[in-house]
């Protein structure tokens, strides 16, 4: 069974910078694509970024140019860089790791994100 940890959420004052790791248990270079989708209260999941294995990424308009995401084969590791975070990016964080393959989806458990003064 896959599981995905994050860690490294927390709160941030607007104008700071995060860093959220999601560590995979397995081996991440199976899955096609990892991702990061955030949920905010009230709101819809909504993808902020992407990764696909060959490492081409997807970036929602509102985080380009701020957020970047990586991963690291070795490590079994993904990461989202957030820089220059502003209230409106408050929300829970989800991993999300896709094997097309075997057509598996898998999720973390959520990371709380809040920016405030």
């Known amino acids: 069974q896959v599981q995905l940890v994050e860690s490294g959420g927390g709160l941030v004052q607007p104008g700071g910078s995060l860093r959220l790791s999601c560590a995979v248990s397995?081996?991440?270079?199976?899955?096609?694509?990892m991702g990061w989708y955030r949920q905010a209260p009230g709101k819809q999941r909504e993808l902020v970024a992407r990764i696909l294995s060959g490492g081409v990424t997807n970036l929602a308009s509102s985080v380009k140019g701020r957020f970047t995401i990586a991963r690291d084969n070795a490590k079994n590791t993904a990461y989202l860089q957030m820089n220059s975070l502003k209230p409106e990016d408050t929300a829970v964080y989800y991993c999300n790791a896709r094997r097309y393959s075997v057509n598996a989806d898998y999720w973390g458990q959520g990371t709380q994100v809040t920016v405030s003064s």
């Open positions: 397995g081996s991440i270079f199976s899955m096609s694509v």
